[in-house]
């Protein structure tokens, strides 16, 4: 049973840090593309960053290049989110998704009409407010 589950987010200052995690069961995160997403109230969901198993394709939203990151650390099988320089535009639902179809994750990040991934976390609420 494949299960995504974010943790990490929280209120956070203006110009401050935070690191979200995506801790994966269900299936080996170093063989399928993995991405992180976030949803605004009243806004579309957005892809921030989607990698493919061997990071060959990579795909970084305006919003997120210069100030997020994306790692994986496979003996945990859990990926990262770390968002730096945050600012109030950044408050959102943020989740992580995958899906075992071969370039679906990575379009469905870069904004292209492809079916949606498979699976999603559960999100995690990232807020930031002085």
């Known amino acids: 049973q494949v299960q995504l589950v974010e943790s990490g987010g929280g209120l956070v200052h203006p110009g401050g840090s935070l690191r979200l995690s995506c801790a994966a069961s269900g299936f080996a995160l170093e063989h399928f593309a993995i991405g992180w997403f976030r949803q605004a109230p009243g806004k579309e969901r957005e892809g921030l960053l989607c990698?493919?198993?061997?990071?060959?394709?990579?795909y970084y939203s305006d919003s997120a290049k210069g100030r997020f990151t994306i790692s994986r650390d496979y003996a945990k099988n859990t990926v990262f989110l770390q968002m730096n320089s945050l600012k109030p535009e950044d408050t959102a639902a943020y989740y992580c998704?995958?899906?075992?179809?071969?370039?679906?994750?990575?379009?469905?990040?870069?904004?292209?009409?492809?079916?949606?991934?498979?699976?999603w976390g559960q999100g995690t609420q990232v807020t930031v407010s002085s």
């Open positions: 998704a995958t899906d075992f179809r071969p370039l679906i994750l990575y379009y469905y990040c870069s904004g292209y009409q492809v079916s949606e991934p498979n699976y």
């Open positions: 990698i493919n198993s061997n990071d060959n394709m990579t």
